[in-house]
């Protein structure tokens, strides 16, 4: 079993910036993959970012040149830096732990751009 905690979120106001941050504990593999999901009001969960242990990257085309993932593989660690923040951004963002077989999900942290 794999444990997540979140942190960071909140409002801001558009163009403004955020940084999440997510730390998983518990029985970790050293082959894995790392990100965020969001889920907006009435909206189908959607990948923003992942990375895999190995530093790969993958963004969503909507956040491309604005977020970036990053990761400590010795802290099992992952950030989102989200830059040039829009309302289309407001979201439940959910941190995510992926393994070959199973996927382990924070319990998301609301993130809030006014216009």
């Known amino acids: 079993q794999v444990q997540l905690v979140e942190s960071g979120g909140g409002l801001v106001q558009a163009g403004g910036s955020l940084r999440l941050s997510c730390a998983a504990s518990?029985?970790?593999?050293?082959?894995?993959?790392m990100g965020w999901y969001r889920r907006a009001s009435g909206k189908a969960r959607e990948l923003v970012a992942l990375?895999?242990?190995?530093?790969?990257?993958n963004y969503a085309e909507s956040v491309k040149g604005r977020f970036t993932i990053s990761r400590d593989n010795a802290k099992n660690t992952v950030a989102l830096q989200m830059s040039s923040l829009k309302p289309d951004d407001t979201a439940v963002y959910y941190c995510?732990?992926?393994?070959?077989?199973?996927?382990?999900w924070g319990q998301g942290t609301q993130v809030t751009v006014s216009s």
């Open positions: 990375v895999s242990s190995g530093g790969t990257t």
């Open positions: 518990g029985r970790t593999f050293s082959i894995n993959a």
């Open positions: 995510v732990y992926r393994e070959a077989t199973m996927d382990y």
